[in-house]
T-cell receptor
Framework: SQQGEEDPQALSIQEGENATMNCSYK?????LQWYRQNSGRGLVHLIL?????REKHSGRLRVTLDTSKKSSSLLITASRAADTASYFC???????????FGAGTRLFVKA | NAGVTQTPKFQVLKTGQSMTLQCAQD?????MYWYRQDPGMGLRLIYY???????DKGEVPNGYNVSRLNKREFSLRLESAAPSQTSVYFC?????????????FGPGTRLTVT
């Protein structure tokens, strides 16, 4: 069964707008990671946030984590056409090796 | 530095045939993983190898076997392919465990079983 569930399933925005994707999960986690997948390619790691962190930034990316609500959000600011991709959250439990991926949010940024 | 490489890129099998998917990494990573991705879904872990000489089942191991040949290579074998195994298969590696280290993914193998 999937641990992470992303919302929305698909998102279409104009270049320059911000994009927000949400992820919910079910069990206790050690950390939560976000990955990007361009069409037909492997996943690329974007950012990792640990369970004792609430917010993290990397360039145009901002990730928040609310362990009480078992949810995370990924914000991409000033989006570009090149940001068009699928975005997946992945949770890692205390066992350490079993990473569980959600079904992803498909982002389309119109130029 | 090629990262994670996978062969083949595409494969078509008939039901009941067998094949081995190859994966190699040149980043001196300890841990390696095999995932499958079905249309419109996220990745599901098939098997992983925490370190050379060890392998463990993931979420969907049935119908698959793996071999950690050495630190660089981790292969996935389908002994008797079934249409339900039609999917895109990704290999990944990480320095150690995902508690601290991100995973690096290969380009994938698209497998169709007819």
């Amino acid at each position: 069964s999937q641990q992470g569930e992303e919302d929305p399933q698909a998102l279409s925005i104009q270049e320059g707008e911000n994009a927000t994707m949400n992820c919910s999960y079910k069990t206790s986690i050690n950390n939560l990671q976000w990955y990007r997948q361009n069409s037909g390619r492997g996943l690329v790691h974007l950012i990792l946030i640990r369970s004792n962190e609430r917010e993290k930034h990397s360039g145009r990316l901002r990730v928040t984590l609310d362990t009480s609500k078992k949810s995370s959000s990924l914000l991409i600011t000033a989006s570009r056409a090149a940001d068009t991709a699928s975005y997946f959250c992945a949770t890692v439990n205390t066992g350490g090796f079993k990473t569980i991926f959600g079904a992803g949010t498909r982002l389309f940024v119109k130029a | 530095n090629a990262g994670v490489t996978q062969t083949p890129k595409f494969q078509v099998l008939k039901t009941g045939q067998s094949m081995t998917l190859q994966c190699a990494q040149d980043m001196n990573h300890n841990s390696m993983y095999w995932y499958r991705q079905d249309p419109g879904m996220g990745l599901r872990l098939i098997y992983y190898s925490a370190s050379e000489g060890t392998t463990d089942k993931g979420e969907v191991p049935n119908g698959y076997n793996v071999s950690r040949l050495n630190k660089r290579e981790f292969s996935l074998r389908l002994e008797s392919a079934a249409p339900s195994q039609t999917s895109v298969y990704f290999c990944a590696s990480s320095a150690r465990d995902p508690l601290s280290y991100e995973q690096y993914f290969g380009p994938g193998t698209r497998l169709t079983v007819t």
